[in-house]
């Protein structure tokens, strides 16, 4: 293999892929990158097994074909330290070169052979969305994901599709996100659920892109994937069933008080609170009490060692007072996320869930349960 490159698009394709590194897998060839020039593109590919992530950059001059698989983390360190400018990389047997100006880099790589084949995925689930909204409507699930890896159900992201419909759902069960949205179905008809690792979710929603780039989705029996414009990603599904949400979602008829307040604004008054809070013993980080008292929203932080903190919000109220508290890091995220002028805040009580919505948007809700006093 030889080719010519820029620097930056060489290092480009490297952190696009790294993320699929093995770092714990006795495979060698797992902690590897697979890089093969394929119809004039240089292609960069990486597994762990669990997720797989494919690269294709178009902008290269091949001088020769080939393929090699170059130690992953020493490659991508390497390539942030060379010079912006073009590079020749070139295979000869199983040693990797990297070649500027007048200086060589010679990197000890493996044979093609010994790297995992990568993944096609064939389903009768399949669609179509654009990127931009995809992301948009993962950022503000997946922040209500839990990451205890022994309870791996709760640290995915279900799908559920019926037709045209394509709902997103995460609880760590201490909070819910529920996301309604819709694809282009060029699939089956039916329905189906199946819960995606949120660590697959997160490399495809940082991405950049186009702004009318579309995401291509199959889902297999026991696999993912998701395809736009030069980038694939191949994700293991999460086997189990996903706990029955709807059930936990207050009716209607429970709601006490419903609130309308500026999001940003509750957003400022919650950080500062944190900050507080932040010093309070392990169980009692994050504890900030909200109260509803004639329109007015009162937050309070206290901390013995350093002091208290207390702010009031004016708001639209509409039923009873309340106060409760809440672990403030479970708002704080979502507020993070959510892009709102005005949020809907429905409160049910002092030990049952609030939920908290968009103005006029129905289609979106995030779920949050109270502290105890």
Known sequence: MKIKCEKSEFLNGLQTVAKAISTKNTIYALSGILLFVENNELIFRATNIEMAIEYR?????????????????????????????????????????IRYGNSEITVNGLDRDQFPDFPEIEGNYKGVMPLFRFSGDIKEVIVAAGTDES????????????????????TD????????????????????????PNKILQEIVRQEANDDA??????????????????????????????????????????????EV????????????????????????????????????????????????????????????????????????????IETENIIMRFTGVNTPLVLMRKDDDRYLYLALPLKG
């Open 173 to 196: 069960t201490h909070r819910l996100a529920l996301r309604k949205s819709g694809w282009l179905n060029k699939g089956d008809e039916g329905k189906i659920a199946v819960i995606v």
């Open 57 to 97: 950059q178009k902008e290269v001059t091949v001088l020769e074909q080939g393929s090699i698989v170059v130690p992953g983390r020493y490659i991508l360190e390497i390539a942030k330290k060379l010079p912006d400018e073009m590079l020749e990389l070139a295979s000869e047997g199983y040693t990797f070169f």
């Open 262 to 337: 500026n999001a940003s604004y509750l957003l400022s008054t919650l950080e500062r609170a944190f900050i507080l809070s932040r010093e309070l013993v392990r169980e009692h980080i994050g504890r900030v009490s909200i109260s509803l008292v004639n329109e007015l929203m009162s937050v309070d932080s206290r901390s013995p060692e350093v002091g208290h903190i207390h702010e009031e919000i004016p708001v639209v109220q509409q039923g009873e007072d309340i106060s409760l508290i809440f672990n403030a890091r479970y708002l704080l995220d979502i507020l993070r996320v």
């Open 214 to 259: 579309l995401l291509e989705i199959v889902i297999g029996e026991n696999e993912i994937s998701f395809k736009c414009e030069n980038k694939v990603y191949i994700s293991r599904l999460i086997e189990g069933k996903f706990p029955n949400y709807h059930q936990v979602i207050p009716a209607d008829d429970r709601v006490c008080s419903v609130v």
């Open 151 to 170: 309870r791996p159900l709760f640290t995915g992201v279900l799908f559920e599709i019926d037709g045209e419909e394509l709902s997103f759902v995460a």
